[in-house]
């Protein structure tokens, strides 16, 4: 017989979800919202050619918020959308994955490089609770004037400081100082901007 993780826990799984605690992604409300953010993401990009200012009415629908002068290149893949926010004048090349299951900021002024992938969710490390299905998130804050190269990776809970550059290819798995140059797997500080 299966484990009853939530028997105390009167929460639907989307709000144990929205408060960060573990939460079984199988629920209506959640693939309903899902649903949602996929359909918004491919409307955007048939749109981004043709006609820019509807395309940039669907993304501010799409995500939580969205600065002045966002260029944002599709195709883009997200959990939700609204749980992302992104700066003022912040240009995200093409094939940004950004899983949003927890919220994900980016600041203002930010390149972001091709295929940088944004993960919040985080799954447990024993293995019955995993094969439960049980998932949680830990959120991504992106500082101002930061620079990700390409194929870039940021783990769960990861902050970057502002004005930092992560190297292309490099995975973050733990906060990033401040005006810091990161590189490699695991991203280490290798020198000051």
Same mark, same amino acid.
């Given at each position: 017989?299966?484990?009853?993780?939530?028997?105390?826990?009167?929460?639907?799984?989307?709000?144990?979800?929205?408060?960060?605690?573990?939460?079984?992604?199988?629920?209506?409300?959640?693939?309903?919202?899902?649903?949602?953010?996929?359909?918004?993401?491919?409307?955007?990009?048939?749109?981004?050619?043709?006609?820019?200012?509807?395309?940039?009415?669907?993304?501010?629908?799409?995500?939580?918020?969205?600065?002045?002068?966002?260029?944002?290149?599709?195709?883009?893949?997200?959990?939700?959308?609204?749980?992302?926010?992104?700066?003022?004048?912040?240009? =995200?090349?093409?094939?940004?994955?950004?899983?949003?299951?927890?919220? &994900? %900021? !980016? #600041?203002? $002024?930010?390149? @972001? *490089?091709?295929?940088?992938?944004?993960?919040?969710?985080?799954?447990?490390?024993?293995?019955?609770?995993?094969?439960?299905?049980?998932?949680?998130?830990?959120?991504?804050?992106?500082?101002?004037? =930061?620079?990700?190269?390409?194929?870039?990776?940021?783990?769960?809970? &990861? %902050? !970057? #400081?502002? $004005?930092?550059? @992560? *190297?292309?290819?490099?995975?973050?798995?733990?906060?990033?100082?401040?005006?810091?140059?990161?590189?490699?797997?695991?991203?280490?500080?290798?020198?000051?901007?």
């Amino acid at each position: 017989m299966p484990t009853d993780y939530f028997a105390d826990d009167p929460r639907t799984p989307m709000e144990r979800m929205r408060a960060g605690d573990l939460y079984i992604a199988d629920d209506p409300e959640i693939a309903r919202e899902q649903r949602r953010a996929m359909r918004l993401a491919a409307r955007y990009q048939a749109l981004h050619t043709e006609d820019a200012d509807a395309a940039r009415t669907v993304l501010a629908e799409l995500l939580g918020s969205v600065g002045e002068g966002v260029d944002l290149r599709p195709p883009l893949y997200v959990d939700y959308g609204s749980n992302i926010h992104i700066g003022a004048r912040t240009f =995200v090349n093409y094939h940004l994955t950004a899983l949003d299951v927890a919220t &994900v %900021t !980016i #600041g203002e $002024d930010c390149q @972001i *490089g091709p295929n940088v992938q944004l993960l919040t969710p985080t799954h447990p490390v024993e293995p019955q609770p995993r094969r439960d299905k049980l998932e949680a998130a830990r959120p991504i804050t992106i500082g101002d004037n =930061v620079w990700l190269g390409g194929g870039v990776i940021v783990c769960p809970g &990861v %902050t !970057i #400081g502002d $004005d930092s550059v @992560i *190297g292309a290819g490099s995975v973050v798995t733990r906060d990033i100082p401040a005006g810091v140059v990161a590189v490699g797997n695991p991203a280490r500080v290798v020198r000051d901007v």
